[in-house]
């Protein structure tokens, strides 16, 4: 649980801001979207190889 302790005379817009920064690090909302949709496992396979050929392609340009 994702939670921001206010500070005495703080602004409560800059401990939003906090709050927002911990839910986004914590990826709450990423693990609910991943399992309120089902991804077949063919699917799922695909998107991986995907995401490593993106990330092959990308370190070789940076090496260049």
Same mark, same amino acid.
């Given at each position: 649980?994702? $939670?921001?302790?206010?500070?005495? /005379?703080? /602004?409560?817009? #800059? %401990? =939003?801001?906090?709050? *927002? *920064?911990? @839910?986004?690090?914590? $990826?709450? !909302? #990423?693990? @609910?979207?991943? #399992?309120?949709?089902?991804? *077949?496992?063919?699917?799922?396979?695909?998107? %991986?190889? !995907?995401? %490593? =050929?993106?990330?092959?392609?990308?370190?070789? !340009?940076?090496?260049?």
């Amino acid at each position: 649980m994702v $939670g921001v302790t206010i500070q005495q /005379n703080e /602004n409560i817009d #800059r %401990a =939003l801001r906090r709050f *927002k *920064k911990k @839910y986004e690090k914590s $990826g709450i !909302l #990423r693990e @609910y979207k991943k #399992r309120t949709a089902y991804v *077949k496992p063919s699917v799922e396979k695909r998107m %991986a190889r !995907l995401k %490593a =050929l993106r990330r092959i392609r990308r370190t070789s !340009l940076e090496e260049q």
